[in-house]
């Protein structure tokens, strides 16, 4: 007999701007055992280069997630229907140290990876995907890797430093910890130092799409042949970096770009997608002193909730 699947609590049944802080006002829970998704926080902002404040973005996205109700009505999503999720809390990094805190990440995710349930990040800066991919290597292999940012994130350092929020990919890839044809980098932008700041990892094998080709129209399609490219088996990874829509759209983040992606766009995206063998997933540079409203974070709970009802195995109504 299944085990009865946590439910968010209901707006009408405890008032939205009470009860628990965790996201979606789901259970917070230690016990990983039996769970299909784990909802964790990393609250770090030691790897930025910009303006830092992603230490408060976990909490501020758990914060807006409480608006967020069970059912998609767009598509007719129901995870919580045949997912058990649950708020596993943040991980406990530390503030004075970038290199330990990638080695906290990593050991914390190779726990989480003993059980059988998919990680799902609230960043944090950028920096975290690297000890979660090497984490993710160890058990899955070489990733295919979808990641939609204004950045490639694919420096060779920064300051000398060889593990920041700017070098993850190449370091990732450099590593073998990605699948190189199947890395897809969604909504690149901005000013460079070099005209070769994007391409030099074309020749490493990845698929730009900067967001001047994207701009006015439909990221279906793309989404589409992203999925069909991967495959239903291969295991992959969604890295979602806030900064990727346009500042209109997210201006709480730590460096911000003219010129990106829409909200319906990332939406687009990130449904068709569904059918992927997605083995976790994280939503970063979400920085609430810029965005005082809590608009920013409020678009990052809502894309994760996008990221959550495509998983394997959500059901449809």
Not at 70 to 96: C, E, K, R
Not at 184 to 205: C, H, K, M, N, V
């Amino acid at each position: 007999m299944s085990r009865q699947k946590n439910q968010p609590i209901s707006g009408n049944d405890l008032a939205r701007f009470s009860g628990p802080g965790s996201f979606m006002r789901l259970p917070f829970v230690n016990d990983l055992k039996g769970l299909d998704v784990a909802v964790l926080g990393i609250p770090m902002d030691i790897g930025t280069s910009w303006r830092s404040g992603t230490r408060f973005g976990p909490k501020e996205v758990r914060s807006q997630s409480a608006m967020i109700r069970p059912y998609h009505m767009g598509t007719g999503a129901a995870p919580f229907d045949s997912l058990q999720v649950a708020d596993i809390g943040d991980l406990a990094i530390n503030t004075f140290s970038l290199a330990d805190s990638l080695r906290i990440i990593q050991e914390s995710y190779e726990a989480v990876l003993n059980y059988d349930a998919m990680p799902m990040a609230i960043g944090g800066d950028h920096a975290i995907t690297l000890p979660i991919l090497r984490a993710m290597h160890k058990r899955f292999g070489p990733v295919a890797l979808v990641h939609v940012d204004a950045h490639a994130d694919v420096n060779d350092e920064m300051f000398g430093e060889k593990e920041t929020h700017g070098t993850v990919f190449r370091r990732a890839y450099e590593e073998g910890l990605i699948v190189p044809e199947k890395t897809y980098q969604i909504g690149l932008r901005g000013t460079g130092y070099t005209a070769s700041d994007f391409t030099e990892a074309q020749g490493w094998g990845f698929q730009q799409f900067p967001a001047q080709e994207l701009w006015h129209r439909s990221l279906s399609t793309l989404g589409g042949e992203v999925r069909r490219d991967i495959g239903p088996d291969q295991a992959t990874y969604v890295s979602f970096d806030i900064d990727s829509l346009d500042p209109a759209f997210a201006p709480g983040t730590g460096t911000p770009e003219i010129g990106g992606l829409t909200t319906p766009q990332a939406m687009e995206l990130i449904r068709a997608l569904k059918g992927l063998n997605i083995v976790g997933c994280d939503l970063v540079e979400v920085s609430p002193p810029y965005d005082t409203s809590g608009n920013t974070a409020l678009v990052g709970a809502n894309i994760l909730f996008e990221l959550l009802c495509v998983l394997p195995g959500v059901a449809y109504r």
